[in-house]
């Protein structure tokens, strides 16, 4: 078995600047560039890897803009297993395939990397700091105006647990009121939080 980390000095941030700037709309491409900067200063914060931060945030959406046609080949084309609820919500496509597509393009081979892609829709269990970096950074970069973001806004430089339980929960209202679906997984990881933080959450 090979090695899963990602060798950061084979990441080309030339090639994936140019790369996005050429299959993304400008305005995906600014959204990308501002996610980038977001998560890299979260990164920064919280001591840990400025480089995979700002990757991710560039990346994150490098399928979005593929029809719901193109994305359904190429979860062929990459065999990505979709639950019956996930078929349901074509919106949530493009961070599996994007995950694919940054192992395929741009060479990415860290697990916990291909991982804050692939949820960063849904939010998961399973991811890790730079997950939750990513799945907020999505959610507060500056051309996100709603007014509720601020809360999270400070809550990300002090607990970022915190930050990630009041964003599931304001995403969560949305699809309710919008009578959307909820991916199961984005109740638990709600759950999950609550589970954890127990105590801090008991006085508040
Ligand atoms: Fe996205
Ligand atoms: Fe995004």
């Not at 593929?66 to 349901?88: A, D, M, Q, T």
């Not at 919500?89 to 081979?109: C, K, M, Q, S, T």
Request: one cysteine or more.
């Amino acid at each position: 078995m090979g090695s899963k980390t990602t060798d950061l000095m084979s990441i080309d941030f030339n090639y994936i600047y140019s790369y996005l700037k050429k299959n993304m709309s400008e305005e995906r491409y600014k959204h990308s560039c501002q996610v980038s900067k977001v998560a890299e200063n979260i990164a920064r914060h919280y001591g840990i890897s400025t480089d995979k931060a700002k990757v991710l945030g560039l990346i994150h959406d490098c399928a979005k803009d593929y029809s719901i046609i193109e994305l359904r080949g190429l979860i062929k084309k990459y065999n990505i297993k979709i639950s019956e609820i996930e078929k349901n919500i074509p919106g949530l496509w493009h961070a599996y395939v994007g995950a694919e597509l940054a192992r395929d393009i741009f060479n990415i081979r860290d697990q916990e990397m291909l991982d804050a892609i692939r949820y960063h829709s849904t939010a998961s269990r399973k991811i890790g700091l730079l997950g939750k970096i990513i799945y907020i950074s999505d959610k507060i970069e500056p051309d996100r105006k709603t007014e509720q973001l601020n809360k999270v806004r400070k809550l990300v430089w002090q607990d970022i647990d915190l930050a990630m339980l009041e964003l599931l929960n304001q995403g969560i209202k949305s699809l309710i009121y919008r009578n959307l679906i909820i991916h199961p997984e984005t109740l638990h990881t709600r759950n999950n939080i609550i589970y954890e933080k127990k105590e801090s959450l008991v006085n508040e």
